[in-house]
């Protein structure tokens, strides 16, 4: 997994002063390694009957996608807000930098759903913490939440409560 690392690059002061922004595109780039940190996302959930990946907006929909069609599971975007057509489910919440939204579409899940969210990083843990609100609808079950990187000394994870977490990478 350590080799990963190779393709995580540092970008300083981005997108505001005294953030140092994980940017993953190198990842993306690479075929090999974008198959190998799918592959590490899916491997605790394979067998755990997810029905659906939610993916959250938007660097969360290049990894869900590819988790969804892995699993051969449904993909639900988590947008921000004024994206997604139709009836919604809001939530607001604070970012490492910023305030924010994300909305789900109130049809995207039914009772009984199984559900795995996914997003390339894990900072303060409030854009997840959103995310399990969105994904708490009545009869769906989270089977945990995925991402690539999680920066452990903002302590996101505490933000998730008892739900399932796996990161690829600690930093
Ligand atoms: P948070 O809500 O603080 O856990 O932030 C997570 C969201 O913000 C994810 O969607 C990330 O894509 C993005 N994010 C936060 N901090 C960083 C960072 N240092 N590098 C890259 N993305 C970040």
Redesign the pocket.
């Known amino acids: 997994m350590e080799t990963l690392t190779a393709y995580i690059r540092d ?1 300083p002061d ?1 997108p505001k002063p005294g ?6 595109t190198p990842l993306l780039l690479d075929p090999n390694a974008r198959r190998t940190a799918m592959q590490a996302l899916v491997a605790p959930f394979r067998g755990a009957g997810v029905s659906v990946v939610l993916g ?5 929909f290049i990894f869900g996608a590819l988790v969804a069609a892995e699993l051969g599971a449904g993909f639900v975007p988590l947008r921000k807000p004024g994206k997604l057509p139709g009836a919604t489910h809001r939530v607001e ?5 910023g305030s ?1 939204a994300l909305e789900m579409q109130r049809d995207a899940l039914r009772p009984g759903d199984r559900a795995l969210l996914i ?12 995310g399990l609100v969105l994904t708490g609808q009545p009869g769906v079950v989270v089977v945990g939440f995925a ?1 690539l ?1 999680e ?1 452990d000394f ?1 302590h ?1 994870r505490a ?1 998730l409560g008892e739900c399932r977490v796996h990161s690829l990478l600690h930093y």
């Open positions: 970008i981005f953030i140092l922004f994980k940017d993953i959250i907006e938007a660097r969360g919440y604070d970012l490492e930098y924010a997003d390339d990083v894990l900072a303060t843990g409030g854009t997840a913490a959103a991402c990187l920066l903002l996101g933000a």
